[in-house]
């Protein structure tokens, strides 16, 4: 990897002295970059010997070395046989920019599958196709075939599956003064995908800050344990999020999972700062080049009292506090107040402080004292007449970015510079200040709210599942799977009293008569449930009976159930009527499971019973988890309020609804044909202990 990044010598397919050539574009980056390494041009249709000083050959076996890197920016149709020239030349790294491939037709996916082949059987790795490939401020390694200049060196670095909009972020980097460490466009990742270059730039030294941009995640499951083990910061923004299944999905699973919260659940999981905004990119690196937050206290400072308050009420929305410095601190300010109207606390309102003299003290006071994590300040610059000798004009025309840069350096801890005004006066600043400078104070909190949540992230040390298997019963698991195929239904119970989900007792009647049977041996009162692959929704299909108190009540029932069945669903297969011990009172809470094409297997949980899908109280893990994981996430459903004691009815034990869905997650885990399942309802019991009520899964035995 490093020599994709740093090759010593590149040969650029296609070049040429056309007006119009865009591989020549590559060559003048290059040079103005200041790449160090020898270039050669390599293109079997011209006679050509020179391009603007560099030697062009009309193969790769007529160059005087081997390259470390070939660029590829020629029609698709040209590749593969390129792709052989460097092979049998003995080239083994590639940068393949050239689209349509496998993103444009039928034809670009042969061609890609050609590609791929041709590469793999000379031992190639290559980035792209479709993409603008790498860049690198330390070695002057420029590839995107767009005219640059060289951008300002740095530690960000960014992986983005989308070209152009690298090149905006990096257009956008450069006007904010972020540094640019690295920069790779990975296009439609045919070889070399996210993780591969997730995985290098956690070791680059020259990286501090890693950008990812994806529209979508191949390998999801090592993405997470890569960033895991990465001991930076990792920026995450994720396009093309879609809804996954519906309504009218086989389960309650199907119809809550989604793509876009599933992957919330994971990049939680790895410390993966998620964002939202493409700006929050920079905002966010630019937090990450001040001392780290270690508290959620902070002091608010601004000459316009509004501007306090407003940031006060963002900093409550995301859980920070306005710090208190305590009595003797604004004793001590109260010493420099000019006017003495102003009361002095925090938001500190500075407008009745004049003298800006005074500024350095007091940012430095503010961030030494022990009741305080971190500060802003927030100001204008606005184009002011020349000549003025007031207050205002002081305040807002001296600079105060080296007294913050000053504070933040002797006390360790972070201090935003927020700056309003004139463009050009603003971004005057921002090219001179020793700190980051924030266009408002919503960008800034958001921003130290990140780097704050990803050293407390990070303090925890990487996640590790609770070991064991306590409760799991392998080979009876095992035994039970064997031979079922798709779709099952309450057996479902079975399995899990394997796992150590207990369920009332129950059996399934094929007739009205065995019904009646069932029901006096169980005991009443009952519960009589439907049993068809069909009723995927029972209650939907007519197909719940409860409080069955005698055996021919029970007879009856069973009848009624068919006959609810036939008319819901005409032709439905009816396997019989399940009988059921009712069970105690409790709360109807919910677990499911997936397993997701990026992120493997997925556990979901929450409010349970036949709205589950309406009030979406649910929370996601991957599996395997733990009982840490699981308890911190169960506290965050909204539900929770319910479990702990609401209008004088006492506390639930929250305990075995955990369990349960620890064993559920290392089921998933263990045994990936277990494609979908669900548990709903599970009850929590108000006497204690949980039961599991009604279950279906789904088996991929071509997952086995």
Known sequence: MDTFFAPASLAVYGLSSKA?????IIVGN???WGYRGRIFGVNPATDETDVDGIRVYRSAADLPLIPDLAVLLIPARFVPEAVADCGRAGIRQLAIQAGGFNEASEEGRALATRLLALARSHGMRFVGPNSLALADTASGLCLPFVPSFPVRPGGFSLITQSGGLGLFLWNLLEAEQVGLAKFASIGNKLDLDECDLLEYLGADPATKVIGIYLESIGNGRRLVELAERIDKPVLFYKANTTRAGGLAAMSHTAALSTDDAILDAALERAGILRIDRLRDFVTTAKAFDLPPMRGNRIMLMSPAGGLGVAMADLCEHRGLSCADPGPAFFEELAGVARADIIRLQNPLDMGDIYRVDKYPLIFSHVLANDRVDAAIFASQRPSMPAGGEDVFTGMFTTDPSLAVAGAVRSSGKPMALVMYGAAREVAAMKAQSPVPVFDGPEEAIAALDRQMRYHVRKAAGPFRPDPGDEGLDPDRIETWLRGRSEVVGEETLELLACCGLAGPASAVARTAEEAA???ARIG??????????????KTEAGGVLVDIASAAE????????????????PGARFDGVRVAAMAPAGHDLFIGGLQDPAFGPVVLFGHGGIFVEVFQDVQRILAPSSLAEITGKIKQLRSAALLAGVRGQPP???????RAIL??????AEFPQIAELDVNPFRLLDRGGALALDARLRLDTGRQ
């Open 20 to 24: 119009r050539n865009t591989p020549r």
């Open 30 to 32: 290059c040079l103005r």
């Open 517 to 519: 049977e069932l029901a």
């Open 524 to 537: 009443p009162p009952v519960v009589l449930k439907v049993v068809s692959p069909e009723a995927v929704h």
């Open 554 to 569: 029970a007879a009856r029932g069973f009848d009624r159930i068919r006959t609810n069945l036939m008319r819901h669903h």
């Open 652 to 658: 639930v034990d929250p305990a075995p609804f955990a």
């Open 663 to 668: 064993a559920v997650a290392r089921l998933l």
